[in-house]
T-cell receptor, first 111, second 112 residues
Framework: DQQVKQNSPSLSVQEGRISILNCDYT??????FLWYKKYPAEGPTFLISISSIKDKNEDGRFTVFLNKSAKHLSLHIVPSQPGDSAVYFC??????????FGTGTSLTVIP | EAQVTQNPRYLITVTGKKLTVTCSQNMNHEYMSWYRQDPGLGLRQIYYSMNVEVTDKGDVPEGYKVSRKEKRNFPLILESPSPNQTSLYFC???????????FGPGTRLTVL
């Protein structure tokens, strides 16, 4: 059973607007969450992470929000740029050794 | 340049013919891991290794073997590949105390 879920397979956003990508998890033992970005024919690259002791982490245009009670995290990209068009995966871990990934959301930023 | 390399990048084989996908990293990372990516299932962890001679099963280890004889290399072995192992495979590495994994470019495997 999928422990990390990304229910939106795709998302389209106008350049300059906010992109919001969502991720839900079922395992309450997860204590570290990451977002990866993937371009075609390349491996995923790390984007931003958050520990369960925080509810927000910001890095430039990227902000991750964690709602532990709802077992939900989201990635906000503001402002969105055409180069942000990629597949975004969220991932979670409790041990730091085993990682569980979502199914990915394909973001298209329209110029 | 710090990187994780995988070989081959593309492979078409037949059922039952043993194959090895190599993974090498030049960052002196203790931790290495293998994932497979399938449509609708995301990335699923196959095996991971926390150091030389230390390996552990991930979420989907059936049908795969790994070995970690050297710190930089972590080959994935399919002793008797089957069509359900057709997938995109990624190797990753990180420092043992870190959480951020660095991924290789992927190996697309087709088993006929």
């Amino acid at each position: 059973d999928q422990q990390v879920k990304q229910n939106s397979p795709s998302l389209s956003v106008q350049e300059g607007r906010i992109s919001i990508l969502n991720c839900d998890y079922t395992n309450s033992m997860f204590d570290y969450f990451l977002w990866y970005k993937k371009y075609p024919a390349e491996g995923p690259t790390f984007l931003i992470s958050i520990s369960s002791i925080k509810d927000k982490n910001e890095d430039g245009r990227f902000t991750v929000f964690l709602n532990k009670s709802a077992k939900h995290l989201s990635l906000h990209i503001v402002p969105s740029q055409p180069g942000d068009s990629a597949v975004y995966f969220c991932a979670a871990s409790s041990t730091g050794n085993q990682f569980y990934f979502g199914t990915g959301t394909s973001l298209t930023v329209i110029p | 340049e710090a990187q994780v390399t995988q070989n081959p990048r593309y492979l078409i084989t037949v059922t039952g013919k043993k194959l090895t996908v190599t993974c090498s990293q030049n960052m002196n990372h203790e931790y290495m891991s293998w994932y497979r990516q399938d449509p609708g299932l995301g990335l699923r962890q196959i095996y991971y290794s926390m150091n030389v001679e230390v390996t552990d099963k991930g979420d989907v280890p059936e049908g795969y073997k790994v070995s970690r004889k050297e710190k930089r290399n972590f080959p994935l072995i399919l002793e008797s590949p089957s069509p359900n192992q057709t997938s995109l495979y990624f190797c990753a590495s990180r420092e043992l105390t870190g959480k951020t994994q660095y991924f290789g470019p992927g190996t697309r495997l087709t088993v006929l």
